[in-house]
């Protein structure tokens, strides 16, 4: 499975974006059991901003809590990450990740998507 982000850009402080993961193949990507969202800003490590069960569980950074909300959307096989009241600090290249369970182990397989850039403006 290939996951891809879309939906960055250019935003001005106070502002929203919507970002969207998507699979490149026809499989959906609710059979993954979870898809995150991380960001990355340049010269910063990767880190977590939201997590998506495909049981409709969620969770969030603290950073976020409160304005980004990560949800699936059966009908376009998506799971997005609506970011509302952007600060400058949120400007990073998102990425998605995906895992699936591989063993009663709990082993798991792991997917990453291509980034998206989210830039805000103060």
């Known amino acids: 499975v290939q996951l891809q982000a879309s939906g960055g850009g250019l935003v001005q402080a106070g502002g929203s974006l919507t970002l969207s993961c998507t699979a490149s193949?026809?499989?959906?990507?609710?059979?993954?059991?979870?898809i995150d969202w991380y960001r990355q800003a340049p010269g910063k490590l990767r880190e977590f901003v939201a997590a998506?069960?495909?049981?409709?569980?969620?969770e969030y950074a603290n950073s976020v809590k409160g304005r980004f909300i990560v949800s699936g959307d059966a009908a376009k096989n998506t799971v997005n990450l609506v970011m509302n009241n952007l600060k400058p600090e949120d400007t990073a290249t998102y990425y998605c990740?995906?895992?699936?369970?591989?063993?009663?182990?709990?082993?798991?397989?792991?997917?990453w998507g291509q980034g998206t850039q989210v830039t805000v403006s103060s």
């Open positions: 998506f069960g495909t049981g409709g569980s969620t």
């Open positions: 193949t026809s499989r959906s990507i609710f059979n993954l059991d979870n």
């Open positions: 990740k995906g895992e699936k369970v591989i063993n009663v182990e709990g082993a798991r397989r792991v997917y």
